[in-house]
């Protein structure tokens, strides 16, 4: 065991000999030893300060070292520091109540968990309870989280494919409405939207609508690219779940809170779903935690029905009091209109960058939720790096991951994609700085361009 005082390299070492690392080979791993962070940035114990433009993982959205959160908590544990799910606090009324006032529709009840993948485990569970059907549909092109049904419900993404033959059953895949590359070659994001449509009512059809008890999409894309809804796609998705009486999950783990200049995704798109999903943002990561928000109606079915779900830490009222500061903190803070400001500054500021760096294909953003596409060809659209690479073909991605982390920057480089969603706190002047350290990035994306 490490002693205190450790020097950071036996912290370092310490860390790789003792413990796992999330999607990592674990040999080779030269991990960074965070000592404090603060606002948008991390301060390693040594080296120069780390600006942090993915809120780490799309979830510290107030920023970091807000000790407000630091005494809410503190505070809460000087009362009750944790009771068993079956009892009431006052701070998960108070968190429950607040949570109906500020998400969209009829959502009125929540249910906790401790994380979002839970969060999904339970959404998936509650539907199947509720409608008596066992068919879940998802987007090829999402991710939801890293429990089995979660990620079964993930699609395509490569993180799956390890336990596809072990994956949870009776989850069923469509096409996203992929604009910049739409399935169906539209022109147009309009176009591509309605093909979507019409092939996930088929899907519905072909899967007979009795069976179907959910369809389960995200409130704005997030790690599979930030891929745009067409205008009207999630109004026409309401009126055709309710069509086969098909209940809608909202995945709002990573656009929940602000992060896409609305409260959440879905508010962009005037309509709401049956049950959403929420973790990430709802504590800025301070505390782990998610929710499970579900509407009167449902809720009213439980009346007479035993509600068979359940989690030892559900509703834990530390996480509560973290949940609830947090929320007060963006609202009194005004963090989402500023992250609809800033969104608009970021994409005025990307816009430049594309006239600059010919790798640049498409950027894609909600508020502070983007991602920047890189390609060897504006007009074939070849990515600089192929979906789902490995090996050689990983190349260009390795060496901007690279350059990133030697530039002082932390965020998300993917196959062929940027992505671009600091703290709501962010300012011009530090979206500047961020976008300075992209462009000096881009150059390596550049230098494979074979593009006229």
């Known amino acids: 065991m490490s002693e205190t ?29 965070a000592e404090r962070a603060e606002g948008v940035y991390v301060y390693p114990t040594s080296g120069k300060r780390i600006i942090d433009f993915s809120s780490q993982l799309m979830n510290v959205n107030i920023g970091h070292g807000n000790q407000r959160i630091t005494k809410a908590v503190n505070d809460q544990m000087q009362n009750v520091s944790f009771v068993y799910p079956g009892m009431a606090t006052e701070v998960r009324a108070e968190l429950g109540k607040k949570l109906a006032e500020i998400t969209p529709g009829n959502l009125t009840k929540a249910f906790f968990t401790v994380s979002g993948a839970e969060g999904i485990e339970n959404a ?21 989280g890293a429990t ?19 994956g949870a059953p009776n989850f069923v895949h469509v096409e996203n409405p992929y604009a910049y590359r739409c399935p169906w070659g539209t022109d147009s994001i309009e176009e591509c939207g309605e093909r979507a449509l019409e092939s996930l009512e088929r899907t519905i059809q072909f899967n007979n609508p009795d069976s179907v008890a959910a369809i389960l999409f995200e ?16 109004k026409k998705l309401r009126k055709l779940a309710d069509k086969y009486g098909i209940l809608l999950i909202d995945d709002e783990v990573m656009s929940g809170f602000g992060r896409t200049g609305k ?28 929710a499970m928000m579900v509407t009167d109606k449902i809720a009213k079915h439980f009346n007479e029905k035993p509600l068979v779900l359940g989690l030892t830490c559900s509703a834990h009222p530390v996480a509560c009091a973290a949940a609830l500061e947090n929320i007060k903190i963006i609202e009194e803070g005004n963090l989402v ?20 760096h010919p790798s640049i294909g498409d950027f894609r953003n909600t508020g502070l939720l983007g991602c920047i596409e890189l ?64 462009s000096q990035v881009l150059e390596i994306a550049d230098e494979y361009y074979t593009g006229k």
Request: with cysteine; glycine share 8%; hydrophobic share 35%.
């Open 375 to 438: 390609v060897k060809d504006r007009e074939t659209k070849e990515p600089l790096t192929p979906w789902n690479a490995s090996g050689a073909d990983m190349e260009p991605t390795l060496r901007m991951q690279a350059k990133m982390k030697e530039l002082g920057m932390h965020t998300f480089v993917r196959w062929n994609w940027i992505f671009i969603a600091p703290p709501l706190i962010i300012s011009k002047e530090e979206i500047d700085e961020g976008l300075a350290i992209i």
């Open 5 to 33: 005082g450790s020097t950071k390299n036996t912290v370092v070492q310490d860390c790789m000999d003792y413990t796992l690392f999330s999607w990592s080979k674990q040999g080779g791993l030269s991990p960074i030893q």
């Open 337 to 356: 209109e500023n992250a609809a400001e800033m969104g608009v500054y970021m994409e005025q500021q990307v816009a430049k960058l594309t006239e600059k």
């Open 124 to 144: 998936v569970k509650l539907a199947r309870i509720y409608t008596g059907r066992h068919k879940i549909i998802g987007h090829y092109r999402a991710y939801h």
């Open 148 to 166: 089995y049904g979660a990620m079964a419900v993930s699609g395509s993404d490569p993180r799956r494919h390890p336990i596809d033959v072990q």
């Open 263 to 290: 409260m959440f995704g879905i508010d962009h798109h005037d309509t709401a779903p049956d049950i959403m999903v929420l973790a990430k943002g709802l504590t800025s990561a301070y505390i782990p935690f998610g």
């Open 219 to 234: 409130g704005e894309s997030g790690s599979s690219g930030c891929i745009k809804y067409p205008p009207n796609y999630w």
